[in-house]
C-alpha cells in the first residue's frame, strides 16, 4: 500500500500547548495554569441568545458568510471601540473562530514561495499554516530587552524581495505584551514602503491594561492592506462557541469567503446569534472579566518577582511569561519537573518558537485560589532549585 499521508503534514510538529494539558488532565489533584481559556461562564444573557434561537427552531445554515445581523453589529462594535470603518457586506467575514479566518487569509493570499514575517514567541497556529498554505515562514526573534515588541529595524532586517505577508499579534500570546499607538507608527512606514501585507491578529483586544488597544489598520494606508483577525472567544469567554470574524478589503474577504464556502460552509448558527447579542450589549461584560484579570495579573506577576523570577510587566491578554535562565534548567525541563513534583502546569516558551527557550507561560486566567495555591507549589520548586 502506498503512504496514504503527506510529508508536509507529518513534518509538522503538534501543538506544545497540548502535550501538557493533556497530561493534567489525567493528574489528580494537578493545577493547570497552561490553557488560554477565560474561567468565566458566558455570560447568561449571551447563552440566553444562543438558546432562545434554539428554542426558535433557528437552526438553518446562514449565509456563508454570515448572519447579516452579526456582520452589521461587529461592524458597528469596532468603529465603536476602535474607530474601524468596515462595510458589513464586502468586507467582513463570519469565521469557525478566529483560527479558521488566520488559516484562510493564508491561504487566500499565498503563492508558493511566498514569505511570511512571523515576529516570535508567538501563537502556535501562525507558522504550521503558513507552511499549510504553501508559504514560507521567516521568524522574527523578539526580544525579552524590547518587552517583545516589534522594532522597526528587526523589521527592516527580515524583509527581501519575497516577503508578502506579516503577522502581527498585539495583545500578544503568550507573552502578553502590548504595541501602542507609537510601537505601531514607527513600522508603518516600513509596511507601506515596502508593500506588505498585514494579518493583524487582534483576539485580545480587548483585554489591556491602562491603555486602549489600538489596531495597525486606524493608520492611513493601513487599512486598504490589513486583515483585522478578530473573534469572541477571549473577549467574551465564549470558547466553546467557536465563533469569529476577519474584516479587511474586499478583494481578499471575497477570495477568503471562496475557501470557507467549500472547507465549511458557515459558522454555528447558534453562536452567530449569541454573539449579536455579545457584541450588541456585551461592553459590561467585557469590563467586569478585564477587571478580574487585571487584579489576578498584578498579583501573579507579584509573586514571581517575590519568589526570584525575572518578569516584565505585560500589559495585554491573560498570560505572564517570567525567564527561569537563572535556574539553568531549559524551558521543557522546568516544566516537566513542575508538573511531575508539584503537579503545576505550565507551558515551556519553546511551544512559541525557539527564541522561547529560557521562559514559561503562564495563564492567569483562573480563579485567584487557584493561582494562590498553584504560585505557592512554583515558589517551592523554585527556592529547590535556584542556584
Sequence with gaps: ????????????????????????????????????????????????????????????????????????????????????EY????????????????????????????????????YVSYHPCTILAGGVPVVIELKGEN????????????????????????????????????????IVDVIIDKDIIVISDEIYSELTYGSKHVSIASFPGMKERTIVINGFSKSYAMTGWRLGYAVGPAIVIEQMTKIHQFAIMCAPTTSQYAGIEAVKNGDVDVE?????????????????????????????????????????MTSEEFATKLLQEEKVAVVPGTAFGDCGEGYLRISYAYSIENLKIALERIERFVTKYKK
Aim: proline share 5%.
Design 288 to 328: 467586569f472579566m478585564r477587571d478580574a484579570y487585571d487584579k489576578r495579573r498584578r498579583y501573579v506577576i507579584h509573586a514571581l518577582r517575590n519568589m526570584g523570577l525575572e518578569c516584565f510587566e505585560p500589559f495585554g491578554a491573560f498570560y505572564v511569561f517570567p525567564c527561569i535562565k537563572s535556574l539553568g
Design 87 to 122: 462595510d458589513y457586506n464586502k468586507e467582513t467575514l463570519i469565521t469557525v473562530g478566529g483560527s479558521e479566518a488566520i488559516d484562510i487569509a493564508l491561504r487566500a493570499m499565498l503563492e508558493p514561495g511566498d514569505e511570511v514575517l512571523i515576529p516570535q514567541p508567538c
Design 147 to 186: 518587552e517583545f515588541k516589534l522594532t522597526k529595524e528587526q523589521l527592516l532586517e527580515s524583509i527581501t524581495d519575497k516577503t508578502k505577508v506579516l503577522i502581527l499579534a498585539y495583545p500578544n500570546n503568550p507573552t502578553g505584551a502590548i504595541m501602542n499607538y507609537d510601537d505601531l507608527k514607527a
Design 1 to 84: 500500500m502506498r503512504n496514504p499521508l503527506s510529508k508536509t503534514v507529518v513534518d509538522i510538529k503538534p501543538s506544545g500547548i497540548r502535550k501538557f494539558f493533556d497530561i493534567v488532565s489525567e493528574m489528580k489533584d494537578a493545577i493547570s495554569l497552561g490553557v488560554g481559556e477565560p474561567d468565566f461562564d458566558t455570560p447568561w444573557h449571551i447563552r440566553e441568545e444562543g438558546i432562545y434561537s434554539l428554542e426558535k427552531g433557528k437552526t438553518f445554515y446562514t449565509s456563508n458568510a454570515g448572519l447579516k445581523e452579526l456582520k452589521i453589529e461587529i461592524c458597528n462594535y469596532l468603529k465603536r471601540r476602535f474607530d474601524l
